[in-house]
Nanobody, 116 residues
């Protein structure tokens, strides 16, 4: 079954940390650049970070650079997002997908809420 399953979200105070994980079926993951995206109600889904198929290259949107770190494990078909120094504006539903994303691969996402 072709799918992406995100996990690791939750409620955290400003300044806190969370680590998101995404388990991907091999047909989606193998040899593909991967990315994390997020969406808040009433807004379009936005790009957060990406990682090349080898893991050598990463890219971040300016608002998370220096706070978030994307990584991947090509043996386990997983991609992760370590989020530190979280801010209320990071509150969103977070998704993983290929980069660029493929519409039919969107999963359910994992909710991150940053609030005191």
């Amino acid at each position: 079954q072709v799918q992406l399953v995100e996990s690791g979200g939750g409620l955290v105070q400003p300044g806190g940390s969370l680590r998101l994980s995404c388990a991907a079926s091999g047909s989606i993951f193998s040899g593909a650049d991967m990315g994390w995206y997020r969406q808040t109600p009433g807004k379009e889904r936005e790009f957060v970070a990406s990682i090349s198929s080898s893991g050598e290259y990463t890219y971040y949107v300016s608002t998370v650079k220096g706070r978030f770190t994307i990584s991947r494990d090509n043996d386990k078909n997983t991609v992760s997002l370590q989020m530190n120094s979280l801010r209320p504006e990071d509150t969103a539903l977070y998704y993983c997908n290929r980069n660029p994303p493929v519409g039919r691969y969107w999963g359910q996402g994992t909710q991150v809420t940053v609030s005191s």
